[in-house]
């Protein structure tokens, strides 16, 4: 809060001209506001005069930015004026101004007023009202200082655009000087003729006595350029005191100033030392950083003055716009072998360090799997399809000519030996096997008779007839034990579903049902012709299913038959295999699934690519 008090003026020519004044004020905003809130009260001939400020976020919070006085006491009248101003400062908000009175009772020609106007400022700035107090006057006296305090109302905006200005052009001409100075850095080839253009630049602009560039070497801080100077003996007692005073700023990681301001919390014993001890009245060390880690330090001595805000400012600009030229400088101005050195160490830090982690990790797995698929440790194992084929099989044909009766089985039963497996019509054959006894029967009466007429020739063909007829009795009693077909040996249906064929007429000869064994299988496997050297010597084998591929089952191999055959386009060979544990009860001949026999070990690369670098040779072939 401000206050001041001023003799009232003799007319509206002086705050007039104190107004057109500030319209081109150059000072500080602090005496601006005090030096316009008493211009505006003598032009209104108030007795009191505040300047409140509205938190735009909180409008209940009011703040007094300067408080003005024309006679220095306080009656009651100022007390209800001081009492009001938060209504006043909501209506002056609400409506630009407001003018209320203060002592209804009194009379029209000496009463009191409170005249509030808010001021027109920037957008973005917090509303601002200046609250007047008027003792003693008519209201049109009242009305009349109102506008007065309107026309001078611009007078802030004025003040504020132009102290925007001023500053923006200020800024301007302090990066303009830093851009001269970063491009006289970057001008230079080598490290120390940059460091040197660096401090001499520094020294300039800012009026140093003395600026000094150390760098950060093997962890410690060593002195490479000082303003001025072209060589220095480095061992001297007061380059070694500046060398720790650069470290201590370096430690911290933050600006350390000799004498350290108020609030400041870093540590300066050192640079106290080294201000007594070289006499250096002021003292700032700026570190420059490079991915957030200090790698060097700007020390600036003056006797001059302290340095400000706004020339730290400057000085962390011009630290980090020239490191990133200086670290490249540093980098390549050296012999190779040194360059090499900071190369390693660099990509060993990188690599052993936590940055990038998920990279690093997926890095360390690919070459894992690049090791894992160089090495002969996966077995490689040829493939083919197999079908599951018994020992034995027996074809049941029809024994003569005629009609199916009856079906007892279907193909995937299970049977037993002897088992009837279907039945042929038998009438036929009844009838000719009475007519066969009747014929048997009346040759040997025949005979009979002619034998006892003792005629000899006679009885001889009626003993030929009857040896005849017997034996197509005994023709037609075997077709009759044939008509039905019974199973050879135990086993399963495989084919001859004659169940729809009920009635239908047979020949003699046309096979009806294929019964195979299922204690006697065996396995046949097709391999490629591809893949037939690689299993000349093998005898192992693994077969799977298609019903349960989950299951393995062990097989050998017995025989590889000689000649390939031709199957969709390709060579294949046929391996029998056996199996060498008794076969489930689930299987049955005819089955099929996937056979793998095991070869040698192998690298995943050779597995995977083999067939292709075949492929490839053969195309390229010439």
């Known amino acids: 809060m401000l206050s001041n008090s001023t003799q009232p003026s003799s007319g509206p020519d002086k705050p007039l001209a104190e107004l057109a004044r500030l319209r081109q004020f150059a000072g500080p905003p602090a005496e601006f506001w005090q030096a316009y809130l008493a211009a505006m009260g003598s032009l209104a001939g108030a007795n009191r005069g505040l300047l409140i400020v509205r938190d735009a976020k909180q409008p209940e919070r009011l703040k007094k930015l300067g408080d003005w006085s024309n006679n220095g006491h306080a009656d009651r009248v100022t007390h209800t004026f001081l009492q009001i101003l938060p209504e006043l400062t909501e209506n002056a908000c609400r409506n630009q101004v407001w003018q209320q009175a203060l002592d209804e009772g009194r009379s029209a020609t000496s009463r009191s007023f409170a005249l509030g106007l808010k001021l027109p400022l920037p957008p973005s700035s917090d509303a601002c009202v200046a609250a007047f107090l008027l003792l003693n006057v008519s209201e049109e ?333 005994e023709l037609i009693r075997y077709r009759l034990e044939q008509a039905s077909i019974k199973a050879a040996f135990a086993g399963v249906i495989v084919e001859g579903d004659l169940r729809q064929r009920i009635g239908a007429p047979v020949k003699q000869g046309d096979a009806l049902v294929k019964v195979a064994r299922t204690d006697a299988l065996y396995v046949e496997v097709e391999v490629h012709e591809r893949d037939i050297h690689e299993i000349l010597q093998k005898s192992e084998a693994q077969i799977a299913f298609v019903a349960q591929p989950k299951l393995k089952f062990p097989v050998r191999v017995t025989r590889i038959e000689e000649a390939a055959f031709p199957k969709d386009q390709e060579n294949v060979f046929l391996v029998r295999s056996a199996l060498t544990g008794p076969p489930e009860l689930w299987w049955r001949p005819g089955m099929s699934g996937v056979c793998k026999l095991p070869v040698e070990k192998r690298t995943l690369f050779w597995i995977a690519a083999h067939r292709t670098v075949d492929f490839l040779r053969m195309f390229f072939w010439w």
Not at 372 to 379: D, E, H, Q
Not at 447 to 461: G, Y
């Open 141 to 473: 006296r009242a009305d009349e200082a109102l506008v007065r305090l309107r026309l001078a109302a611009d007078v802030p905006l004025a003040y504020q655009t132009q102290h925007a200005t001023r500053q923006a052009q200020l800024h301007a001409e302090k990066f303009a000087s830093v851009l001269d100075l970063i491009a006289s850095v970057n001008g230079e080839r080598r490290f120390l003729a940059a460091a040197l253009a660096m401090c001499n630049g520094v020294a300039t602009r800012f009026h140093c006595d003395r600026v000094s560039l150390g760098w950060l070497v093997n962890g410690y801080v060593r002195l490479k350029a000082m303003s001025r100077t072209e060589r220095f003996d480095k061992n001297m007692a007061a380059v070694k005191s500046l060398e720790m005073t650069m470290e201590e700023a370096l430690d911290q990681n933050v600006e350390v100033l000799w004498p350290a301001p108020e609030g400041y919390r870093f540590v300066a014993k050192d640079h106290g030392t080294f201000a007594r001890d070289q006499v250096s009245g002021n003292i700032s060390s700026v570190p420059l950083r490079q991915n957030d880690k200090p790698i060097a330090v700007l020390t600036c001595e003056r006797q001059s003055a302290a340095f400000t805000e706004a020339e730290l400012d400057q000085l962390r600009l011009v630290c980090d716009q020239a490191l990133q030229r200086l670290a490249d400088l540093a980098r390549r101005d050296r012999w190779f072998g040194a360059r090499w050195k900071t190369l390693t160490e660099e990509t060993l830090a990188r690599v052993w360090g936590p940055q990038h982690t998920w990279a690093k990790l997926f890095a360390i797995l690919g070459f894992l799997a690049l090791v894992v698929c160089s090495l002969p440790v996966f077995t490689y194992k040829v493939e083919g399809n197999f079908i599951l084929r018994s020992e034995e099989v027996s074809f049941l044909t029809a024994p003569f000519n005629g009609y199916i009766r009856s079906v007892e089985v279907r193909p995937g039963d299970a049977v037993t030996n002897g088992a009837v497996l279907l039945r042929l019509n038998t009438d036929e054959l009844i009838l000719e096997e009475a007519a066969a006894i009747s014929d048997q029967a009346r040759y040997l009466r025949e005979m009979e008779k002619a034998r006892a007429a003792n005629a000899l020739a006679e009885m001889r063909i009626f003993q030929a007839q009857s040896d005849q007829a017997k034996a197509r009795l």
